[in-house]
């Protein structure tokens, strides 16, 4: 795959690196109806959510959405969109219009060493 593409399986490469290195630390949101897993550089009070985390690790600029669609990771990386909003779905555990899939929920946990839920069916 091109360095400069990104899909579901690169992102999770990017974000094991990212977590790797050590400048960074997740935890869960306060918020417990939605339990938002977010990500914050060492020395910094900037929140992240996985997929602008990763994006600013490939390139030092950060973003911020008010929405699950990351337009800059469609059209730098050619990220499909709706890639990025089963990520954005699971990130923020957002059952509204649609569920979220609980088991890429739990691989955002498990690569970012939080606590997995247990799946429900």
């Known amino acids: ?14 974000l094991n ?5 050590g400048d960074w630390e997740s935890f869960l949101g306060k918020d ?3 339990k938002n897993i977010l990500l914050k550089r060492k020395n ?3 929140l992240f959510c996985p997929l602008s985390a990763v ?7 950060e973003i911020h959405r008010g929405s699950f669609i990351f337009k800059e990771l469609t059209d730098e990386f050619s990220f499909p969109w709706w890639e990025i909003l089963e990520i954005a779905y699971a990130e923020t555990a957002c059952n ?5 899939d609980q088991k890429l929920r739990n691989r955002l946990l498990g690569t970012l060493n939080l606590p997995l839920e247990q799946i429900k069916f």
């Open 44 to 46: 910094s009070e900037t």
């Open 55 to 61: 994006y600013f690790f490939l390139t030092g600029r």
């Open 1 to 14: 795959m091109n360095e400069k593409m990104l899909n579901t399986e690169s992102f999770f490469e990017k």
């Open 96 to 100: 509204v219009s649609r569920f979220y």
């Open 32 to 34: 417990t109806e939605r």
């Open 17 to 21: 690196l990212l977590i790797k290195n």
